[in-house]
């Protein structure tokens, strides 16, 4: 009797539990479905958040403004946004430039002037040439740095030599600049790195660009070189289009993050001279390629509207005597300040 109903009991368990066992593990796998899903949602979301990021980053502007000039009757043959305000970036170290040069031809510094060093020049942020404090440099191999390799630190040391000071060689810019015609720009250092307040257009920097190169046409001898080698370092123009693109040799390229990428290229062939100038572009790639199409359109533009003529106007800008193109191992010898033969070289005119 006893063994029966113990038999009975392990009956009734089984009986009663097997079905609450069943029940659970159909429940856990019609969980595990909708637990999968939800594992495969949470890791699809980033990237969706992604795919987003992508589209609102396509979505946007290639370039900020872009501007085509003619330089040779000063006719405007594109523009895209030209007085948007952007912050110049290195494109500052053209307006640096002309006013070193033209110190040069009153006669208040000199190509080989031995500069010193300053502290404030050493410690100056992005591209450099890795001058050090106490030392001195000639003029010569500062001015190279700042057109080749945009160097800041030499950028500084400059602005102290030809004005006292950086403070007062940003007056003169601002100056000039007004001289100029540059009626939206605003400069606050010597070298273009960011600084609250300092801003210019792509149009200003045409004009600038247009203003430098009818004053100082020698000049391109050295925004030419595609590289400069100082204390055995070697760092190389980021103007990608030099020796890339027929009839190129220079200006200045530029970049700072809250603006983007900036270009001013000048290229000539034949009788014809164009300046382009793009600003903000999202990378390096895209402003050389929206220059060279700047470019590509412009020349095709004015060999159109010629037929192969020039005008007079053409003749008697490139009747003027200019020196296109020295190489760096001669530039040295033909600079003596005894005999001012750096004012030939660099047409400069008091």
Sequence with gaps: ????????????????????????????????????????????????????RNSRKSSAPEIQSAILMNMNNGRILYEENADKPLQPASLTKVLSLFLTYEAMGKGKVCWMDPVLISSAARQADGSRMYVEA????????????????????????????????????VERMNHKAAELGMKSSAFRNPNGLPAEGQYTTARDMLILANAYLHRFPGSLALHSMRFYRYKNITQHNCNALLQKYPGVDGLKSGFVRAAGYHLIVTARR????????????????????????????????????????TTAAERAFFAQPRLEKVPERAIKARYSCDMCTHRNYFNIHV
């Design 1 to 52: 009797m006893k063994k029966f109903s113990v038999l009975l009991s392990l009956l009734l368990m089984m009986i009663f539990f097997y079905p609450a066992e069943s029940m659970a593990r159909n429940e856990e796998k019609k969980k595990a479905p909708a637990a999968k899903t939800a594992l495969k949602k949470a890791k699809k979301s980033p990237g969706k958040v992604q795919d987003k």
């Design 134 to 169: 106490g030392e001195r440099v000639p003029l010569e191999v500062l001015i190279k740095g700042m057109t080749v390799i945009s160097a800041n630190d030499a950028s500084v040391a400059v602005a102290e030599h030809v004005a006292g000071n950086v403070d007062r060689f």
């Design 270 to 309: 034949g009788n014809t001279r164009l300046i382009a100038v793009v600003m903000g572009a999202r990378n390096p790639e895209i402003r050389v390629r929206e220059c060279r199409k700047l470019l590509d359109i412009g020349f095709q533009m004015l060999s159109a509207d010629s037929g192969g003529h």
